[in-house]
């Protein structure tokens, strides 16, 4: 239920942020915000053909750390040095919707 709480916390303030500051199209920016959801997908996938034997607090742990490099590489580009693109968004996005799972 709370799966995707942490792409629903960037909606109010990304979408806006990618249209006036990077200059995204609307349509791109719809575009963007599906690749969280494919992420969602692909690691609750991976992560129910885990055996029951690993750790789920190990696998909630590693979900957490993916998740909050995502929201750095989307975040402060100042700090983290990296370009802005269109490709490091959408793979700090995939990153924020698999962490998420």
């Known amino acids: ?27 791109v920016v719809s575009g963007l915000f599906g690749i ?7 690691a609750v996938k991976i992560q129910s053909m885990l055996p029951s034997r690993v750790d789920r607090r190990l696998v909630m742990m590693i979900g957490l750390a993916v998740s909050g490099v995502g929201f750095v590489i989307v975040g402060p580009w100042e700090v983290t040095g990296l370009p802005h693109s269109i490709v490091m968004t959408g793979i700090a996005l995939f990153m924020i919707g698999s962490g998420s799972a």
């Open 1 to 27: 239920m709370f799966g995707m709480g942490g792409p629903a916390f960037l909606e109010p303030i990304l979408a806006n942020h990618l249209i006036t500051h990077m200059e995204y199209t609307p349509e």
């Open 36 to 42: 969280p959801t494919l992420g969602y997908a692909l």
